[in-house]
């Protein structure tokens, strides 16, 4: 039986492989997108969402317009969010599905629903406030002594650090954070193998990759960092994922730092396993 997934996101160039590996995976059952501000703001995050189910032949799957705030990440994911090539994605007839993603969570949540959170963590801790319990809440965001919005705070838990305090201290998440993401590399083989069957959507990655490249973020690899798709495979293949416990909070800054809540952190897995995981189901 698959596995029913929600992916609460904020496309951006990583949350667009993330969606295609979910949208191209039989394990599980997309119930839905809900969007979030992040990436850059959350008309286009959500348009974005959109046009990408459209893209990859997923109309089926109903999109839900979740917060707005700051947004922030268009000198990475270009102004439009993915590199400048929206616009070069279709249409999706279908439309929003809604726009209350607390509602969509009651409504759709079951025991064995999977919650993948690739953004900022707003939707989420708005959901943990109103009383929803997430059966199984995987979260990419934070690092270990590793930031990439300072020295200490990653992204998604900088762009809304309150609500990333929420989700830690009652959500039960996994992390999945910048110490595993960093290594795991998309190289230009792995774009260009599966460049014929995404098309449009590789041509998102030339600014995300010029942006590494400058940051030397890709620790001397030429590719891509595929920080969310790492976080839906571990929704997709339980297991994926190598963890361990830690006890941590959230500091105002968006830094995780020790706490006393009990957090499952992902610290490893085989990525050249996971790599070739992605590669199949993005190049077939």
């Known amino acids: 039986m698959a596995i029913p997934l929600i992916i609460d996101t904020d496309p951006g160039v990583d949350d667009a492989f993330a969606i295609a590996l979910a949208a191209r995976s039989p394990e599980v059952d997309l119930v839905g997108l809900t969007t979030v501000f992040g990436n850059v703001g959350l008309d286009l995050t959500t348009a974005n969402a959109l046009r990408l189910l459209a893209h990859l032949g997923r109309t089926d799957v109903p999109v ?43 409504d759709n949540l079951t025991p064995d629903t999977v919650v993948a959170a ?78 014929p069957v995404l098309s449009n959507l590789t041509g998102t990655y030339r600014e995300y990759l010029a942006r590494h490249s400058e940051q030397n973020l890709s620790h001397r690899e030429e590719g891509i960092l595929v920080h969310d798709a790492v976080a839906v495979a571990e929704a997709i293949v339980p297991g994926t994922l190598r963890t361990k416990l830690h006890h941590l909070d959230i500091d105002d800054e968006g830094a995780l730092v020790e706490g006393k809540h009990q957090v499952e952190v992902a610290e490893d897995t085989d990525w050249p396993a996971l790599r070739a995981f992605m590669e199949q189901r993005l190049s077939v």
């Open 64 to 106: 839900v317009r979740g917060f707005e705030g700051p947004g922030g990440a268009a000198d990475v994911h270009g102004e439009d969010g993915l590199g400048g090539q929206a616009h070069t994605l279709p249409e999706n007839p279908k439309g929003l599905y809604g726009d209350d993603p607390v509602r969509f969570f009651a």
């Open 118 to 195: 690739i953004g900022p963590l707003t939707n989420i801790a708005a959901a943990l406030d109103g009383g929803i319990t997430f059966p199984r809440l995987i979260v990419m965001g934070g690092g270990l002594d590793v930031g990439n919005m300072t020295a200490r705070a990653e992204f998604n838990f900088w762009a809304d650090a309150e609500a990333a305090q929420t989700v830690i201290r009652r959500g039960n998440p996994i992390i999945v954070p910048l110490n595993l993401t960093q290594r795991c590399i998309a190289d230009t083989e792995f774009l260009a193998n599966v460049d």
